[in-house]
């Protein structure tokens, strides 16, 4: 995704999701964690989240942006993925 649609989403989800205070986000740029894409991400931390309200409200926003979520460590990344190459 660009960094216009990922300050967005962030502000988006800041708006929408409960349990977002005091949480570590970052703004990760193209090139900087290719291993999922390779445009920017966001990463927010959800690893003493005490419900997965968060994580599923977090979820939801993806999806309507047309984005995918992969819980790696103490981290919920959105991502926009790689291009589906089989047909």
């Known amino acids: ?3 216009r649609q990922a ?5 988006e989800i800041s708006e929408q999701c409960p349990y977002l205070e005091g949480k570590s986000i970052k703004l990760l740029p193209p090139k ?3 291993a999922l894409s390779n445009t920017f991400q966001v990463h927010i931390q959800v690893s003493d989240d005490p419900s997965p309200i968060l994580v599923s409200c977090i979820e ?9 979520t992969k819980r790696i460590d103490d981290y ?3 991502y926009k993925p790689y291009p ?3 047909k």
């Open 1 to 3: 995704m660009k960094r």
């Open 7 to 11: 300050v967005s989403v962030i502000k």
């Open 32 to 34: 900087d964690n290719d």
């Open 60 to 68: 939801t926003t993806a999806e309507k942006h047309n984005l995918a």
């Open 76 to 78: 919920l990344i959105v």
């Open 84 to 86: 589906n190459t089989t």
